[in-house]
């Protein structure tokens, strides 16, 4: 088997870039799509269920995508520091990508919202990490203004090269395939993933890669639903920390993408979003965070409305290690503590 390249070099034709832009790479791309049995029979009518498991990528979520596009545009053009603000996955990405490059890396969050997992990430990455007493709209909000006053790259998702990066996952996904999905069901937070796929999805349409494409069922965390409900949401509150945003800056280009792909939104709880965690992890094997598990919750509340035979598509966005404080809260394990160190408890505790 060949080495995989990554996905600049994968998908070169696809992406804005030439041979002098510089590639900053972990090799991310190329996730697998596992069948997921189990969610499937629940829905029933022959439907077939597939998780794109991007919580694979280097830095364990969908974000590497886009960074490797970010932060290797950025290295062309010259630039010496990245500022982003983040829930937790886009800093982690940021910091690696934006260090391997050479660069400073910047990173806003909200004060003790971002999963322990993700600010582990940033520090040993090297980030400059600013932990904002606010929501992640506000530290969005700051560093806007912050990159158009100094000399600093701005990497969230209204960075184009990160939407480009992050398309490449329809890609794998009609290469996988052979066609596009019947239905994507993703989560969206700031809405730029959403956007991504749909622009990836066209792109192989229009060059006749897919006759079809897919229905995209875009889903958020009912405290912090802003395009479910059409509004903007000043205190969103979720278990799901990473789409935990009121104020989504992709919020026009989502909206189209449901119009042009007849999609549709839909909100999921906290209690459905960790059955459909449970049932991931305990059931199929794959860890997954709260966030992604909306994908699933999302699916399961709408099954009445799969057609009999589709395939459907779920984005599981980033890895269950990311928030270990949710897994050991949220689960029903047999955890069987301060036992007796000897084989007669062991065995009884066993059941034998
Ligand atoms: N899932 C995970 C695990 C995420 O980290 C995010 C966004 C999303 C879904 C939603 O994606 O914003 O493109 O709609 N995380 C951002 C961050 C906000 O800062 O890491 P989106």
Redesign the pocket.
């Known amino acids: 088997m060949q080495d995989w390249p990554g996905l600049i070099e994968a998908y070169r034709t696809w992406l804005p870039v030439s041979n002098s832009t510089p590639v900053v790479t972990l090799r991310e791309g190329a996730t697998p799509l596992i069948p997921v049995p189990s969610i499937a029979e629940r829905i029933g009518k022959g439907v077939k269920v597939y998780v794109k498991y991007d919580g694979l990528n280097p830095t364990g979520?969908f974000?590497d995508r886009g960074m490797t596009m970010a932060i290797s545009k950025a290295k062309e053009a010259g630039c010496e520091a990245v500022i982003c603000?983040?829930?937790?996955?886009?800093?982690a990405a940021a910091a690696a990508y934006a260090r391997r490059a050479g660069m400073r890396a910047f990173v806003l969050i909200p004060d003790g919202y971002v999963a322990q997992g993700k600010l582990a990430q940033a520090l040993v990455y090297g980030a400059e990490v600013l932990a904002i007493r606010g929501n992640?709209d506000k530290a969005l909000d700051i560093v806007r203004e912050v990159s158009d006053q100094y000399p600093v790259t701005l990497v969230n998702?209204v960075n184009p090269y990160r939407l480009q990066g992050q398309k490449t996952a329809a890609f794998e996904l009609i290469d996988a395939l052979g066609e596009a999905p019947d239905w994507l069901c993703i989560?969206?937070?700031?809405?730029?993933?959403?956007t991504a796929y749909w622009m990836g999805f066209q792109e192989y349409h229009q060059a006749g890669r897919s006759r079809t494409l897919p229905r995209m069922m875009g889903f958020q965390a009912s405290g912090s639903a802003p395009l479910v409900n059409e509004t903007t949401v000043t205190d969103p509150e979720t278990i799901a920390t990473?789409?935990r945003?009121g104020n989504?800056v992709n919020r026009e280009k989502a909206i189209a993408a449901r119009a042009a792909s007849n999609g549709a939104f839909l909100d999921v709880t906290d209690e459905e979003i960790i059955q459909a965690y449970k049932l991931l992890g305990g059931h199929e094997g794959v860890f997954c965070?709260p966030?992604?598990a909306a994908s699933v919750a999302g699916l399961l509340k709408r099954k009445d409305e799969v057609p009999a035979g589709a395939t459907v598509v779920c984005v599981l966005?980033?890895n269950g290690l990311k928030d270990p404080d949710c897994a050991i809260n949220n689960n029903d394990a047999a955890f069987h503590t301060d036992l007796e160190p000897d084989l007669g408890t062991v065995a009884r505790v066993m059941g034998f």
Not at 85 to 91: E, H, I, L, P
Not at 187 to 194: D, K, R, Y
Request: glycine share 14%; aromatic share 4%.
């Open positions: 979520s974000k603000a983040s829930t937790g996955n886009t800093s992640f998702s989560p969206m937070g700031n809405a730029g993933n959403i990473a789409i945003i989504p965070e966030a992604s966005t980033g």
